[in-house]
């Protein structure tokens, strides 16, 4: 091996023979991309079929810690690419991948980030075939952050859409809701909370394409990252110019997730998950898209939530526990514990 370094220094984005072993060894041996070129070339049949179209998407991930039960940022940088493709009714097929460095970063800590993201894009059937690396001087970036690109084709007849929403229309999701934002909350550790919550950080494209098969008249899709569920109901509801109302006893929750938002005063709506979608469908296929999901490992938890209504457009409410209702707004920032 010429990389015998243990923690990346300046030299290793300086464009010489040192930059050069860090990508070889610790990123192309394990991606192993088609060519050496700049530019990956792209050639798939899919993209033959009369009406086929090209989706494209583009995220940055940072998080904190960088390795968290569930999960690592390379981790949820495949996932969550995949996932903003799938939710779009496209089937993911390349991703490109760029690393922000900082100057004293563990070598085995990019190591395990990127064997993270192969076994990811092996288990969604996508390849990483190109990207990039660049080094920055310490406290420039908080040990790596990760920018990836996905391209996916959209077969023909496959048309996803808030605007497509209708009354009546079931909200189903496919699994536990809040997960992801709990499990980053403890593992920072500035809470002194002990808990076994994990990250849902998972893919979710096979799971797309068993439901659109189930549910060829789905509506729209999203996935609950940053701002949650409650966030994407608020998307699609305004977009499509309908009202949705979800039911407090049908949300798939956690005790310890509810616990720890009792605690920290949070709203677990609001919570990121990264392994979570919420998708509209026509209530006649509700329950055949809730059996696909409920098949595969990613859904087995799917539950309908709610249900969208001829209501204020845009407005999205709760029936609460207790019969009433209120209303699930979208956040102006981010939630905050309350300290009194």
């Not at 992801?180 to 998972?202: E, F, K, N, W, Y």
């Not at 709610?306 to 526990?321: E, H, I, K, Q, S």
Request: charged share 20%; aromatic share 4%; with cysteine.
């Amino acid at each position: 091996m010429a990389l015998r370094d243990t923690r990346v220094t300046l030299a290793h984005g300086g464009g010489g023979k040192a930059m050069r072993d860090l990508i070889e060894e610790v990123f192309t041996a394990v991606f192993q991309p088609p060519g050496m070129e700049d530019q990956a070339r792209l050639v798939s049949e899919a993209l033959c079929a009369p009406g086929a179209r090209l989706a494209f998407t583009t995220d940055s991930f940072v998080v904190d810690p960088v390795e968290f039960p569930g999960g690592d940022i390379g981790k949820i940088a495949v996932c969550g690419t995949v996932n903003d493709l799938a939710v779009g009714g496209a089937r993911p097929l390349w991703l490109s991948a760029a690393f922000i460095i900082e100057e004293g970063c563990e070598v085995a800590l990019l190591r395990r980030i990127v064997a993270s993201m192969q076994h990811e894009a092996e288990n969604a059937g996508v390849r990483i075939v190109t990207g990039d690396t660049k080094v920055v001087g310490r406290g420039s970036a908080d040990k790596v952050f990760v920018t990836t690109s996905g391209v996916g084709v959209i077969p023909p007849g496959r048309d996803l859409a808030a605007e497509h929403v209708r009354p009546g229309d079931a909200v189903l999701v496919n699994g536990v809701l809040g997960d992801h934002g709990a499990a980053i909350l403890a593992a920072r550790g500035d809470m002194a909370l002990s808990t076994d919550i994990v990250s849902d950080c998972q893919g979710l494209g096979h799971l797309m394409e068993a439901v659109l098969a189930a549910a060829p008249n789905a509506r729209a899709c999203r996935d609950a990252t940053r701002g949650g569920m409650a966030s994407a109901l608020n998307e699609i509801a305004g977009a499509a110019g309908v009202a949705v109302e979800i039911d407090e006893d049908a949300l798939p929750l956690r005790d310890e997730v509810k616990g720890m938002c009792e605690i920290l005063g949070l709203d677990p709506l609001y919570l990121a998950n990264e392994g979570t979608l919420v998708i509209f469908v026509p209530e006649n296929e509700a329950q055949a898209a809730l059996a696909a999901m409920r098949a595969l490992p990613e859904g087995r938890g799917a539950v309908q939530v709610g249900r969208a209504l001829d209501g204020p457009p845009g407005r999205v409410t709760m029936r609460t526990l207790f019969g009433g209702s209120r209303i699930v707004d979208m956040l102006v920032g981010e939630q905050l514990p309350r300290i009194c």
